[in-house]
């Protein structure tokens, strides 16, 4: 344990007080849960950000689209608007929010997709609008207990798992480990390539030491695609990187660049949901000029590409090459039949106990 932590861990106690009893006044019944006829399925965590919900999220909706109309409902993090917003074509990263509209960017003819800080105030919205809607998916909403979903997917990183973190600010987690028991289903996520069935084993048994009751567990990695050019220019991908990044850790994706036989010369790492500006695209230039003789490209993430381009800050650097990094989660076959088959029986039963 690092000094500082005996310095912040009065401040934990604190915090785990205040929210055990928050806990314990929804277990208790001192403050309600709100249940819907719609089906509800939560993706959120413990900690605080970087497990990847989004790119889970991504993941039930190219599974699950084609065969349910499907709504995604987040409270829109980092937006400069307030309350309840259906994304429209007019909508940018400024109303609500960067990862919703990347989401709207990719699934606008198949999903429905809002944002709303209250979640029980904005699902009467979105079925009011769009009463086709057979599920709704809700985007970091595990925190949100005023919810009574009906499927909880906990998200966890490999890398930083539940059992192995601190309440802050001592470390990220939002609430005390053994609150892990209101998952429904447990994933790993950012896992290594062929992670060996011993490594499961290891991490199921130490999750187990905080569970009631069993629970399915699986494990979840991230797979990159091609990286495709954002700008208008006719530009090629280099061999060289420099990465720009304002999500919370970019380890991963240097590991799969240089894995892939690319040298990343320098990483540029703003904070998560970070808003560029005009003076970040001449930081930008700058790196880029001191290594442009390398045969470099900029490389960024898709959830900064939205704002990048929305914004139209890429103006500002029009003879640079900037390229985006698509990303989605990989599974083996069996544990995500499994998965998908949880999520798709509780949309189908729920549905149908509706019509009754």
């Known amino acids: 344990m690092r000094f500082v932590d005996f310095l912040l861990f009065p401040f934990a106690l604190i915090y785990d007080g205040v929210t055990a009893l928050r806990n314990r006044m929804f277990d208790v019944g001192l403050k309600k849960s709100q249940p819907f006829e719609v089906p509800t399925v939560v993706v959120g965590n413990l900690a605080v950000g970087g497990t990847g919900k989004t790119p889970f999220v991504e993941f039930l909706l190219n599974r699950l689209s084609s ?9 829109g993090y980092g937006r400069k608007t307030h309350g309840y917003r259906l994304a429209t074509e007019t909508s940018s990263p400024a109303d ?32 009011a609008e769009n009463p086709v809607v057979e599920a709704i998916v809700l985007d970091d909403a595990f925190q949100h207990r005023y919810l009574a979903a009906d499927l909880n997917i906990l998200l966890t990183t490999y890398q930083k798992p539940f059992f192995s973190d601190y309440l802050l600010p001592m470390g990220r987690l939002r609430e005390g480990r053994k609150n892990v028991n209101r998952a429904d289903i447990i994933v790993f996520t950012k896992c290594p390539q062929n992670l060996s069935e011993k490594d499961k084993s290891i991490y199921k048994e130490k999750t187990a030491a905080y569970l009631n009751s069993a629970k399915p567990i699986y494990f979840a990695g991230l797979k990159y695609g091609a990286p495709y050019a954002l700008g208008k220019g006719d530009f090629s991908l280099g061999d060289n990187i420099i990465l720009v990044t304002g999500i919370v850790d970019p380890e991963p994706i240097r590991l799969a660049l240089e894995n892939k036989g690319k040298r990343v010369l320098e990483i540029l790492a703003f904070p998560d949901h970070y808003a560029y500006k005009a003076q970040d695209m001449e930081k930008i230039k700058g790196i880029y000029k001191i ?66």
């Open 67 to 75: 065969k349910f109309n499907l709504s995604v409902l987040s409270r």
């Open 96 to 127: 609500i929010g960067d990862e919703p509209f990347q989401i709207y960017s990719k699934y606008k003819n198949k999903v429905c997709v809002a944002v709303g800080e209250e979640r029980i105030l904005a699902i009467p919205m979105i079925l």
């Open 291 to 356: 290594h442009s003789a390398k045969n470099v490209t900029i490389l960024t993430t898709e959830k900064d590409a939205v704002k990048l381009k929305d914004n139209r800050l890429l103006e500002l650097i029009p003879d640079i090459p900037v390229f985006v990094l698509p990303v989605e989660v990989e599974m083996t076959r069996n544990e995500e039949e499994q998965l998908l088959n949880r999520v798709e029986s509780l949309i189908i039963n729920k549905n149908a106990e509706s019509e009754i």
